[in-house]
């Protein structure tokens, strides 16, 4: 069974960092994008970054990243533990959300969409930046 688990959130000040993590089981996770979005109360879901598929287990894949987060936010994998990270640097109050991780299946070495669309979906890391 496919399974995405988000981990890292919290709440931390305006500047401050955190570590999202995104734990994969039960699919061959080389071959699928994974990307993360986010959703703030009052607000629809946004994809924030993606990162391609890769081969080989600390096949990294290329990136790409929502303009609101660029220079901020580092987006990584490492297939040997089917683990995606999400790096956060940089907080703003606006940033805060529920972050959800999400992988779609590509038959093909496309780069990977920001927006989607993504097949499966975790449960969501809540993220609290003030001010």
């Known amino acids: 069974q496919l399974q995405l688990v988000e981990s890292g959130g919290g709440s931390v000040q305006a500047g401050g960092s955190l570590r999202l993590s995104c734990a994969a089981s039960?699919?061959?996770?080389?071959?699928?994008?994974i990307g993360w979005f986010r959703q703030a109360p009052g607000k629809e879901r946004e994809g924030v970054s993606c990162?391609?598929?890769?081969?080989?287990?600390?096949?990294?894949?290329?990136?790409r990243y929502a303009d609101s987060v660029k220079g901020r936010f580092t987006i990584s994998r490492d297939n040997a533990q089917k683990m995606v990270y999400l790096q956060m640097n940089s907080l703003k109050p606006e940033d805060t959300a529920v972050y959800y991780c999400?992988?779609?299946?590509?038959?093909?070495?496309?780069?990977?969409?920001?927006?989607?669309?993504?097949?499966?979906w975790g449960e969501g890391t809540q993220v609290t930046v003030s001010s």
């Open positions: 999400a992988a779609l299946y590509v038959d093909g070495w496309s780069a990977c969409s920001v927006s989607g669309p993504y097949t499966y």
């Open positions: 039960g699919f061959n996770f080389d071959y699928y994008w």
């Open positions: 990162i391609s598929r890769s081969l080989g287990s600390r096949g990294s894949g290329s990136t």
